[in-house]
């Protein structure tokens, strides 16, 4: 359907970037999710592509197609992107049956070319030579007959939308938005308004849906478990700057720094603070929790001198590159700086500390809440702060010392508060971060 670029776009308003130097490539049938907490950028993100909204700087292409170059002077309106758009609120008209407004899109066709075929989807001529039509009432037939067997709706065709639930009111709102054939079809928290279990329901269907059609999705959300379930792949926006842009799992597993990390994951991950130095084996030695000894080994041997040559490199270039655009006639410079990000490391009692600048000694340990193994072998000792149940799971809060590292037990395994408990970290996909600058330096295994 679409392969969607965009180099170097920007949205400003003065000094404030909403979307700061954005590359992103979107291939064509991918689902891509923008990703991030609220004010970060992304809906700004999917407006500028669809052409709602027009970008201070940058290019963007649609099936090579140009669609805005501010060099070049181009910004094609929305209606000629032939993109679908499907919004938080429905807005289906309430005077118009279902039928009605599935074919309202359909009768404003009047394109070169355009027709019909027997499948029920709207083709067009893409060269422009043929004339411009109208489509027939029999040809909108067949298309609104198409879309509504795609999402179901076939047998509420001439009720209005105020005799439907919230659930089919989205499926005739999806129905309209493609029926029209568009290339791309921007979603913008369109389960919103659902309850929880609907929600959970339609998640399946828009999955279905993507399947089915071909066609290339781009959906804005800050829940990040429907950015987990649903996308090909994740952008994850913060501050107006791409954070990461990668598969759910490699999100999950390796954030590319502590606002990824923290950002994704239900429980969310444990933060643990430590520090130590690499020996002449690769093996990392930590103090933790206070006063708790652990060996941290890099997956793939790596030195974490070596890591940090690396990143200083790629940090000195972007400076570089920074300073050369500063330099440049028009450069504004930014208003909301970037920051390393304040992660939370969680405690029974908080207590105001002063803690002097982190140096390269100084480390972030990410672990997931499925990576705490609760058993009698454990190294540790802590004691049960919560326990929260829920069939097929548990989680539990324990207190070691102040601090408190949250678990998840798969099973239906019953824990009371106060009771003692042993806990180790399992596998080799324990995260480990510089304090000095938040970045994700490997995954690892930890002894305790």
């Given at each position: 359907?679409?392969?969607?670029?965009l180099r170097n776009?920007?949205?400003?308003?003065?000094?404030?970037?909403?979307?700061?130097?954005?590359?992103?490539?979107?291939?064509?049938?991918?689902?891509?999710?923008?990703?991030?907490?609220?004010?970060?950028?992304?809906?700004?993100?999917?407006?500028?592509?669809?052409?709602?909204?027009?970008?201070?700087?940058?290019?963007?292409?649609?099936?090579?197609?140009?669609?805005?170059?501010?060099?070049?002077?181009?910004?094609?309106?929305p209606n000629k992107?032939?993109v679908g758009f499907?919004?938080?609120?429905?807005?289906?008209?309430?005077?118009?049956?279902?039928?009605?407004?599935?074919?309202?899109?359909?009768?404003?066709?009047?394109?070169?070319?355009?027709?019909?075929?027997?499948?029920?989807?709207?083709?067009?001529?893409?060269?422009?030579?043929?004339?411009?039509?109208?489509?027939?009432?029999?040809?909108?037939?067949?298309?609104?007959?198409?879309?509504?067997?795609?999402?179901?709706?076939?047998?509420?065709?001439?009720?209005?939308?105020?005799?439907?639930?919230?659930?089919?009111?989205?499926?005739?709102?999806?129905?309209?938005?493609?029926?029209?054939?568009?290339?791309?079809?921007?979603?913008?928290?369109?389960?919103?308004?659902?309850?929880?279990?609907?929600?959970?329901?339609?998640?399946?269907?828009?999955?279905?849906?993507?399947?089915?059609?071909?066609?290339?999705?781009?959906?804005?959300?800050?829940?990040?478990?429907?950015?987990?379930?649903?996308?090909?792949?994740?952008?994850?926006?913060?501050?107006?700057?791409?954070?990461?842009?990668?598969?759910?799992?490699?999100?999950?597993?390796?954030?590319?720094?502590?606002?990824?990390?923290?950002?994704?994951?239900?429980?969310?991950?444990?933060?643990?603070?430590?520090?130590?130095?690499?020996?002449?084996?690769?093996?990392?030695?930590?103090?933790?929790?206070?006063?708790?000894?652990?060996?941290?080994?890099?997956?793939?041997?790596?030195?974490?001198?070596?890591?940090?040559?690396?990143?200083?490199?790629?940090?000195?270039?972007?400076?570089?590159?920074?300073?050369?655009?500063?330099?440049?006639?028009?450069?504004?410079?930014?208003?909301?700086?970037?920051?390393?990000?304040?992660?939370?490391?969680?405690?029974?009692?908080?207590?105001?500390?002063?803690?002097?600048?982190?140096?390269?000694?100084?480390?972030?340990?990410?672990?997931?809440?499925?990576?705490?193994?609760?058993?009698?072998?454990?190294?540790?000792?802590?004691?049960?702060?919560?326990?929260?149940?829920?069939?097929?799971?548990?989680?539990?809060?324990?207190?070691?010392?102040?601090?408190?590292?949250?678990?998840?037990?798969?099973?239906?395994?019953?824990?009371?508060?106060?009771?003692?408990?042993?806990?180790?970290?399992?596998?080799?996909?324990?995260?480990?971060?510089?304090?000095?600058?938040?970045?994700?330096?490997?995954?690892?295994?930890?002894?305790?």
């Amino acid at each position: 359907m679409a392969r969607i670029e965009l180099r170097n776009v920007t949205k400003r308003w003065g000094g404030y970037y909403a979307v700061e130097h954005l590359d992103l490539t979107i291939e064509d049938n991918a689902f891509v999710t923008l990703l991030g907490p609220s004010g970060c950028g992304k809906t700004t993100t999917l407006r500028m592509i669809a052409g709602l909204e027009t970008p201070t700087e940058g290019r963007i292409t649609i099936d090579g197609v140009p669609v805005f170059d501010s060099e070049q002077g181009i910004n094609i309106p929305p209606n000629k992107r032939r993109v679908g758009f499907l919004f938080q609120n429905y807005a289906l008209w309430p005077n118009m049956t279902v039928y009605q407004n599935i074919a309202f899109g359909l009768s404003n066709i009047n394109e070169s070319g355009a027709s019909v075929n027997e499948k029920g989807e709207v083709v067009r001529d893409e060269t422009g030579k043929a004339p411009a039509r109208k489509l027939s009432k029999e040809e909108i037939k067949r298309a609104v007959d198409r879309v509504s067997a795609i999402v179901k709706i076939g047998q509420f065709m001439d009720r209005y939308p105020s005799e439907l639930s919230g659930g089919q009111q989205q499926r005739v709102a999806i129905a309209r938005t493609l029926a029209p054939g568009p290339r791309v079809l921007f979603m913008d928290e369109p389960l919103s308004n659902l309850d929880a279990k609907l929600r959970l329901e339609m998640r399946s269907e828009l999955q279905r849906l993507h399947l089915s059609t071909g066609s290339t999705f781009v959906y804005v959300t800050h829940d990040q478990m429907e950015a987990m379930t649903l996308a090909t792949r994740i952008c994850l926006i913060d501050n107006g700057v791409l954070q990461q842009y990668d598969e759910p799992l490699t999100v999950y597993n390796r954030p590319s720094n502590l606002f990824v990390a923290d950002f994704v994951g239900n429980p969310a991950v444990n933060f643990i603070e430590a520090a130590g130095a690499q020996d002449g084996s690769g093996v990392l030695n930590l103090t933790i929790l206070k006063d708790k000894k652990a060996a941290f080994t890099p997956n793939g041997g790596l030195k974490i001198s070596d890591w940090f040559a690396l990143d200083d490199k790629a940090q000195a270039e972007a400076k570089a590159k920074h300073d050369k655009m500063a330099k440049e006639p028009g450069y504004v410079e930014k208003t909301n700086k970037d920051t390393v990000f304040n992660y939370n490391i969680a405690k029974v009692e908080e207590h105001d500390e002063k803690r002097a600048a982190p140096t390269r000694n100084d480390f972030v340990l990410g672990v997931r809440p499925e990576f705490i193994h609760i058993g009698d072998d454990g190294a540790i000792e802590g004691e049960v702060f919560s326990a929260m149940p829920t069939g097929m799971e548990t989680t539990v809060k324990i207190r070691v010392s102040n601090f408190l590292l949250t678990a998840v037990v798969f099973g239906g395994v019953v824990y009371k508060i106060g009771q003692k408990v042993r806990l180790s970290f399992s596998g080799d996909n324990i995260m480990l971060f510089s304090r000095e600058n938040g970045r994700m330096i490997t995954n690892g295994e930890v002894k305790l």
